[in-house]
């Protein structure tokens, strides 16, 4: 395949968009960027917790761990010094449609981190002795994110809203399979989904396209072999429900959403003008209402996330137990005045402004503008400057907004998941 080159316009960052697709399949997506120092690597693997079964959820993110714990060519501790010995980093995620493993370096090193990610997705060994010593590691992560209700509570909204569907299942998995593990589980996985075709490399800073994909040509051997994408059950909004669930807090923690949105949906840019309005930052119509006139919470917050073929929404707030009622009572009133009434162009511009202007600012660094290029190659199979992006948002009208309002808040189809502080 050609290279496709696109110059963004001058008014952001200098740079320079291609992409290469190699014979094996590997997708190759870069900005060169000549005025930074520093390059960010990322290596993104398309699977993560929707591709696992009820025996397996929690492998994709387990092998995340495991990669680092020796392969090949290097032991864990020179895994862990590769790169901060050059003053760089290394780092991993998971999520539920994908991992990531992802390193910044100074432009010199940038030969050194690619050789040391191809090593990590390539070569690991999954000693069987590591194995056994990161399953105590993973099971503090587990025992961890019990401790964090606030981050908790979404897992068990989507395994909620996502019920009879893979998406269902939390990226940790359970400490049951986790324990579970073996080598061949993870040597199968690997074999599985860590195939070329089922990877992006993507790098944003001081790195030539040509040169890049030189570097890659030479250090990744991968065949094509992918499985291909499971087939999924379509999901369905859900009936109005509330569980209620008692845990050792002092405050109560309240997640209350439903179904959302694809990438993909022609709603897209008009959702996320509402959800910016009704709960990001401190100028939404939640923080303005439920903690500013109310005080009834620290934290609360509107969400949108837009997967490949579905989505969520919903808002979380931590409250006192008194509240909870009063606090959702409130948080409905103002879903159901974003479906009734519209809402002012004074406050459809000022969202505009706040929304694209996040968006300006989460991309100064050469990580988030390397993040936007793998995503965006897993998601679109192409690349969206930022110009066009800023006129599909300036593009949303008052009417726009009303009309994903109505779509998606309604009250009878949203599930509220309710953390209690357990009785003493």
């Not at 939640?286 to 490949?308: C, D, H, K, P």
């Not at 137990?321 to 409905?332: A, C, M």
């Not at 009133?333 to 929304?355: F, G, N, V, W, Y």
């Amino acid at each position: 395949m050609p290279n496709r080159i696109h110059k963004i316009p001058s008014k952001e960052i200098s740079a320079t968009y291609q992409k290469t697709v190699l014979p094996n399949g590997i997708r190759i997506v870069s900005e060169e960027i000549p005025h930074v120092k520093s390059v960010s690597i990322g290596i993104w693997i398309d699977t993560g917790s929707q591709n696992e079964t009820e025996s397996t959820n929690g492998i994709s993110h387990f092998l995340e761990h495991m990669v680092f714990k020796g392969t090949e060519h290097r032991s864990t501790q020179q895994i862990a010094r590769s790169l901060e010995s050059v003053g760089g980093y290394l780092n991993a995620f998971t999520t539920k449609e994908h991992t990531c493993y992802y390193a910044r370096v100074l432009d010199e090193f940038t030969e050194l981190a690619v050789d040391v990610l191809s090593d990590l997705v390539q070569f690991p060994l999954f000693p069987e002795k590591e194995i056994e010593k990161e399953k105590l590691v993973v099971l503090e992560e587990l025992k961890n994110a019990e401790d964090d209700p606030d981050d908790l509570i979404h897992d068990y909204f989507e395994t909620n809203i996502y019920s009879g569907h893979t998406l269902r299942f939390p990226v940790l998995g359970s400490a049951k399979n986790v324990s579970l593990f073996g080598r061949k589980d993870l040597i199968g996985y690997v074999r599985d989904r860590y195939t070329a075709d089922n990877i992006v490399v993507a790098a944003a800073g001081n790195i030539p396209h040509e040169k890049f994909v030189e570097l890659i040509e030479k250090y990744f051997r991968l065949h094509r072999k992918s499985s291909g994408r499971a087939v999924r059950s379509k999901l369905t909004r859900t009936k109005k429900q509330t569980q209620e669930f008692e845990k050792p807090i002092q405050q109560a923690h309240v997640c209350t959403g439903t179904i959302g949105f694809s990438v993909h949906s022609k709603n897209r840019f008009p959702s996320l003008v509402m959800n910016t309005l009704l709960g990001d930052g401190m100028s939404s119509r939640l923080f303005q209402n439920i903690r500013e006139r109310y005080g009834f919470a620290y934290t609360v917050y509107s969400f949108l996330n837009m997967l490949r073929d579905t989505g969520s929404f919903g808002v979380y707030l931590g409250t006192d137990k008194k509240h909870v009622q009063q606090s959702l009572d409130l948080v409905f009133a103002e879903l159901h005045s974003l479906r009734t009434k519209p809402i002012s162009k004074a406050e459809l511009q000022r969202t505009k402004a706040q929304l694209k202007g996040s968006m300006l600012l989460g991309l100064e660094s050469t990580s988030a503008r390397m993040m936007r290029l793998g995503t965006g190659e897993l998601y679109f199979g192409e690349f969206t400057d930022l110009e066009t992006i800023s006129k599909e948002i300036d593009s949303v009208n008052v009417g726009d907004v009303t009309d994903v309002a109505q779509l998606l808040l309604k009250e009878d189809s949203f599930s509220t998941i309710i953390f209690s502080p357990a009785a003493n």
